[in-house]
């Protein structure tokens, strides 16, 4: 049994694979915290983890009795204005002015499975037997309003999920100004804090510093999860590695405004909370009506930072992507946005795609500039029909051409955005995101819809379901390319203002659900001008996501690294461009763009018919190469060996192992070549240590103990042809291929 209750002393105790989560019913009928970590054997009673001594100079709840202080015990959901000082969970606005509240434990519910959350992506079950959950009901009586705790047992992970539920059952008008999905209390601060950090063009790079007294938080504000910030972060302790030590992570199932905090208290307690950023946030609960936070997924490694991202990489690629392309090889996509941007007609398209199909690509995308009268940035956002002069027999005429020579066909929409020079803006200029009458802000002269207001929605949806219906489309590329300003609504009330964003966000996701769901054949990736929307909640309905519009193969080592932290090789869209590189004007070897590209869902992005032959012939091979090894890039069990983040971050390595360890791919790249460099050794991981590998290149076998204890030195002497570590140069990169024998 996942979940039990010690109904002697009010405990409840949920056990993962390997991780407890424990927490108790407190004497003023609240929640306290107990324990998280590393699975303990269940027992009678846990109340000796939860005694304290009294403390001075601190408040307390029973008048007469300075034994009990909310600022002395770790919580589990925890309110603010009772003698707890530190930043609360949730916070009720009531018609009084008031915000004090005083939610007791009602009652409880295990069962097995797990709920779906009204109206938000999260994680599943296809068989009620691979998870427990538990249901705690808390009520306040003065306000008649309760709220659900929601947590979820993965029986074969160690994970465990958390939301939370608030119902208004009486007759005020409540405003709920905070809801934070979770908060942990862990027994001292002893830890450093990871996040991923960045902007467009250099996102999710690895932050690692310690905790400190006081409030360490990462958050976005833009009305989007951020290429500035990606709504996750783990704490591990100092000496934690890749693959040995205790780190806890936690990521949120959410695309909009997010606060993922730790705060430090006097006692060196360390609490987190994430959820939804209470700044610019408040939601009326009127009688009868509820509020569902985001979910959280809670890991919890004792192997490490590669324990914890191996857990979210199978979590989040077979439980929370869905449909018929989760467990589906993805096709090897070229993209014209690089090799033409807006500058394109029928002809060149039909000839890029002619000489993709010539190579071995199976996917041709058309991007930006085939609509309205789109010939650069400034205009036709929201006009979704075809723009004649460029492709006079429309998207469906292409489309057809296109799939007659044996490609599938995808096409670029950006379906939240509208320009002002545009048929949809002359018909319906309030339905921007704006305020009256006040100053409106462009981003790459482009609005943003209000999908707030359903008929927005219905509108977009219509004209896309149109599209996809009349074409023979295969793939949908979502981009969203600005943030917002002047956030409000011509439609909602005045106290729903600060609603705006939120209900933006579930118009996205009911977008999405009505799109996956009528056109389920159809591979929809996400995009955000690159990865500023690369979070938990789009794998839902898009099972990847272009990971960054940088496709230099350099700067792309520390996107792809970073980002693994948290998601899969199969969600990273990651392409090969032309040199000098668009972004950072690098030339780096077309070997060394494509091996950095195999370890995410491949693809290409420059004019094809501008190749030398040596070029196209190269482009074969690695085509023919990853159309081999396909699987294994997008489904085997990925671990980072060495950081770019560390040291001089001149190495970067990595590895793609098979389920059954009998195949891996291992990656060694190198920025600048170093003269005479001392002898280099090169430790895989993953392996099976008795399994006995073949290395294309190398003569002779060798054990999985060997490879991932003695490692093998990079020089020439070890190598079949010359392709060792001496010969790469700058920016050279080396695949070893390992199959058992």
């Not at 694979?17 to 004497?27: G, R």
């Not at 929640?31 to 846990?46: D, N, P, V």
């Not at 009602?106 to 296809?126: A, M, N, R, W």
């Not at 990871?194 to 932050?207: D, N, Q, T």
Request: proline letters at 3%; aromatic letters at 14%; one cysteine or more.
């Amino acid at each position: 049994m996942p979940i039990y209750f010690n109904k002697k002393t009010n405990e409840f105790h949920l056990q993962g694979a390997e991780v407890s989560y424990i927490f108790y019913i407190l004497p003023n009928n609240q929640l306290g915290h107990l324990y998280y970590g590393r699975k303990i054997k269940h027992r009678e009673s846990f109340a000796h983890l939860g005694k304290i001594k009294t403390r001075g100079a601190v408040a307390s709840v029973f008048e007469g009795n300075r034994e009990f202080s909310l600022d002395l015990i770790k919580q589990e959901y925890p309110s603010y204005g009772t003698t707890d000082f530190r930043e609360p969970a949730y916070q009720i606005l009531q018609e009084d002015g008031s915000r004090i509240t005083d939610f007791q434990y009602k009652g409880h519910q295990i069962f097995k499975g797990k709920l779906s959350l009204e109206g938000l992506p999260s994680t599943y079950v296809e068989h009620d037997h691979e998870a427990t959950s538990l249901a705690i009901f808390l009520y306040d009586d003065l306000l008649e309003v309760e709220i659900q705790l929601l947590y979820t047992v993965y029986e074969d992970f160690n994970i465990i999920t958390r939301s939370a539920t608030f119902t208004n059952e009486g007759r005020q008008n409540l405003r709920l100004t905070r809801a934070m999905s979770i908060s942990v209390d862990f027994p001292d601060s002893k830890f450093e804090m990871i996040h991923l950090s960045g902007s467009w063009a250099r996102e999710r790079h690895v932050k690692i510093r310690p905790l400190e007294s006081g409030i360490q938080s990462i958050t976005s504000t833009r009305g989007a999860s951020s290429s500035q910030q990606n709504p996750f972060l783990a704490l591990k302790r100092k000496h934690t590695t890749e693959f040995q030590g205790e780190v806890f992570g936690f990521s949120l199932v959410y695309s909009g405004n997010f606060l993922a905090q730790v705060e430090v208290d006097q006692f060196d307690v360390a609490r987190v909370i994430m959820g939804i950023h209470p700044f610019d946030f408040s939601w009326c609960i009127k009688g009868n009506e509820s509020f569902q936070t985001p979910e959280v997924v809670m890991v919890y490694s004792d192997q490490g930072l590669n324990g914890m991202s191996q857990a979210y990489h199978q979590l989040y690629r077979t439980r929370l992507a869905r449909g018929h392309w989760r467990d589906k090889e993805r096709p090897i996509l070229m993209n014209n946005w690089e090799a033409t941007y807006f500058h394109f007609n029928e002809d060149k398209i039909m000839e890029l795609a002619k000489a993709s199909k010539e190579l071995g690509v199976e996917l041709f995308v058309l991007d930006d500039g085939w609509f309205g009268k789109r010939n650069d940035a400034t205009s036709s956002l929201g006009d979704w029909f075809v723009n004649e002069e460029k492709l006079p027999n429309g998207i469906s005429g292409l489309a057809k051409k296109i799939t007659e020579i044996g490609l599938m066909f995808g096409l670029w929409f950006e379906p939240e955005m509208i320009s002002k020079e545009s048929q949809l803006y002359k018909k319906h200029s309030d339905w921007l995101i704006h305020v009256p009458n006040r100053h409106l802000s462009h981003g790459r002269y482009q609005f943003v819809l209000d999908f707030s207001r359903e008929e927005v929605v219905n509108f977009i949806y219509k004209v896309m379901a149109n599209m996809l219906d009349e074409a023979p489309i295969s793939y949908v590329k979502w981009d969203m390319n600005r943030f917002m300003t002047e956030i409000g609504s011509a439609t909602l009330a005045i106290e729903r203002q600060q609603e705006v964003a939120h209900r933006y966000i579930l118009g996205v996701y009911n977008l999405y659900d009505r799109l996956t769901n009528r056109f389920p054949h159809i591979l929809f990736e996400s995009c955000a001008s690159g990865g500023a929307r690369f979070d938990p909640a789009l794998l839902q309905y898009a099972p990847q996501t272009w990971t960054s519009d940088n496709t230099d193969a350099i700067e792309r080592l520390k996107i792809q690294y970073g980002t693994s932290f948290v998601y899969p090789l199969s969600s990273m869209g990651a392409h090969v461009s032309v040199v000098p590189n668009h972004q950072v004007k690098r030339i780096t070897p077309l070997k060394t763009r494509a091996n950095a590209a195999y370890f995410g869902v491949f693809g290409y992005e420059l004019d094809l018919t501008k190749l030398t032959n040596t070029e196209k012939e190269e482009i074969k091979k690695q085509i023919h190469f990853y159309k081999e090894n396909r699987e294994l890039f997008q489904f085997g069990s990925f671990y980072r060996i060495k950081s770019p983040f560390e040291d001089d971050g001149n190495i970067t390595c990595w590895i793609v192992v098979s389920k059954d360890q009998k195949t891996a791919i291992a990656a060694y790249f190198q920025v600048l070549a170093v003269p005479n460099p001392g002898f280099q050794h090169f430790k895989l991981t993953g392996l099976n240590p008795s399994f006995e590998y073949k290395i294309e290149g190398f003569s002779g076998t060798y054990y999985g103990d060997e490879l991932m204890n003695a490692g093998f030195r990079l020089t020439n002497e070890h190598f079949d042809t010359k392709v060792g570590l001496e010969n790469q140069g700058d920016f050279g990169s080396i695949l070893f291929k390992l199959i058992k024998v």
